[in-house]
């Protein structure tokens, strides 16, 4: 952990914000942590709690609430961007109404924007001006909040265009319980963590049919078979796709309780609706919208995506769960090592 203390601006004050915030806290550094919601902030400075998110955990001293965007970024650089894809754009809007000086903005979320089908960082670098940019960096990895914010080990990966930007976002976080790994591939990174909410809210699905392991290994391995084949059209590394930010990433948001994809497609097996499904959670779902963007991306790029298609139909087409999975399972017969083979020639081909 560098012996550098700084101040951070995090905006986002859900539970990843939140646990964030937490690490940075325990790492010495000046935490301004951003909510529009008052009655949220003044419970965090008056209680040092956010009961919403992260029930019956003590936020660190070192951690302040601030409702006013403008004095959260009064004086620093550094901002931790935490709050759902559909919001970045506003959030950052908001920003340069007022900000004067060049940020480095690290964004810590999950997705891909539907219709436009830009990634964070794209989205970032579209809307804040040029003169405003300073760096644009990426953390990602098999990270729940939950466990973050009870110090249990965790493991990411921070990426950027400008590794020595992203050297200092690994300084800034790193300790004996989060440990930051660096990745030069950020379209592998960004595409890895926000595919594998798709492939989460199917393995919600099938756990919600009552099926087993059997069909949950199948839905992951092949879930990252589609992750790796259009991130690899897009221009990622494959070898990412084994690490923290695929398979990594996936494992975690496919087999776990606090997964809002898992959970959302658990009770979509079990016969709710998306609009119930949504209404019920009372948290953003990136996977839906993400099923979205995927599947605009997967025609752009002509490439294979049976499970999101599947996925697609069953949120946006009212197909019947059992019915996708009956699809999913008559399809052609294929072999698995030309398929993966397909995939790293990708990787070469002019």
């Avoid at 539970?15 to 008052?38: C, Y």
């Avoid at 960096?137 to 914010?149: D, I, K, R, T």
């Avoid at 960004?190 to 949950?216: F, H, P, R, T, V």
Wanted: proline content about 3%.
């Amino acid at each position: 952990m560098s012996g550098v203390k700084e101040k951070v601006a995090v905006l986002g004050a859900g539970s990843w914000g939140t646990a964030l915030a937490m690490v940075l806290a325990d790492n010495g550094h000046e935490v301004r942590l951003w909510g529009h919601k008052k009655e949220l902030i003044d419970e965090i400075n008056k209680t040092h709690m956010n009961h919403k998110y992260l029930p019956n955990i003590s936020l660190p001293e070192g951690i302040k609430g601030f409702d006013s965007l403008q004095d959260a970024l009064k004086d620093l650089d550094l901002i931790i961007l935490a709050v759902p894809t559909k919001a970045i754009r506003e959030v950052l809007k908001n920003i340069i109404e007022f900000q004067k000086e060049p940020l480095t903005i690290v964004h810590v979320s999950k997705g891909i924007e539907p219709d436009s089908l830009l990634r964070i960082t794209e989205m970032i670098a579209h809307e804040v001006p040029k003169k405003l940019q300073k760096d644009i960096v990426v953390l990602s990895g098999p990270s729940h909040a939950e466990e973050v914010s009870l110090r249990h080990p965790t493991t990411v990966t921070v990426t950027s265009s400008n590794m020595e930007a992203a050297n200092r976002i690994q300084d800034l976080f790193m300790n004996q319980n989060f440990r930051v790994y660096t990745n030069a591939d950020v379209i592998g990174v960004e595409i890895g963590g926000a595919l594998k909410n798709i492939i989460a809210l199917a393995a919600g699905i099938s756990d919600g049919l009552g099926y087993g392991d059997n069909a949950k290994a199948a839905l992951i391995t092949r879930g990252l078979a589609e992750i790796a084949r259009l991130g690899v059209k897009m221009g990622a590394n494959p070898l990412t796709f084994s690490g923290l930010t695929g398979i990594g990433d996936l494992i975690v948001t496919c087999t776990s309780v606090h997964s809002r994809n898992w959970r959302a497609g658990n009770m979509l097996g079990k016969g709710k609706t998306l609009q119930e499904v949504l209404e019920s959670m009372g948290m953003v779902v990136e996977g839906v919208r993400t099923t979205k963007a995927a599947y605009q991306l997967a025609k752009e790029y002509n490439v294979s995506m049976p499970i999101t298609e599947a996925l697609y139909n069953v949120l946006f087409n009212g197909d019947k769960p059992k019915e996708a999975v009956d699809r999913l399972m008559g399809r052609l017969k294929t072999n698995e090592m030309e398929d993966l083979t397909d995939i790293l020639e990708d990787q070469f081909r002019e």
